[in-house]
């Protein structure tokens, strides 16, 4: 399976997930911001935040429209965003066009109910899911 990550905090969120899934024998692109290629490249697609990384791939940019994940065959794909609670509280989910996106993940409870004041997933058929973060202790 081919895995391409989006992922601004490079690596410090996501370098555990990388090294499992690549001794799983999946490939995976790492970028640190919206690259098309990527989204064109992977199986799966995650944006490890709900800001501009994802918003550009809902909209596009004036300069290069083609960028715009609706002009794209996402049928094959599986879409996640991991949405941040800085996110949650500047309101980032409402620029995100979440028909888009298959699952998105919450940190927490309390920002999963921040967000849906704004957002019915149910209207989108957005899956959602609660994954605390976790921490290696292997590496302290």
């Not at 989204?39 to 290069?64: A, S």
């Not at 429209?65 to 065959?73: A, E």
């Not at 409402?94 to 849906?116: G, M, Q, S, T, Y």
């Not at 994954?131 to 302290?140: A, I, L, Y």
């Amino acid at each position: 399976m081919n895995i391409s990550i989006m992922d601004p905090n490079m690596p410090k969120f996501t370098e555990d997930m990388t090294n499992w899934w690549t001794n799983e024998g999946h490939f995976v692109w790492r970028q640190r911001y919206y690259n098309p290629e990527l989204v064109r490249q992977g199986d799966v697609v995650w944006f490890d935040t709900c800001d501009n990384t994802l918003k550009v791939g809902c909209e596009g940019l004036p300069e290069h429209p083609d960028w715009d994940m609706h002009k794209m065959d996402l049928s094959k794909k599986q879409i996640i965003c991991r949405v941040l609670d800085i996110e949650a509280w500047l309101g980032h989910h409402r620029d995100i066009d979440w028909n888009l996106v298959d699952d998105v993940i919450f940190l927490a409870p309390h920002i999963k109910e921040i967000v849906e004041k704004d957002i019915n997933f149910t209207e989108t058929n957005t899956r959602t899911h609660i994954v605390p973060p976790g921490v290696n202790m292997d590496k302290f």
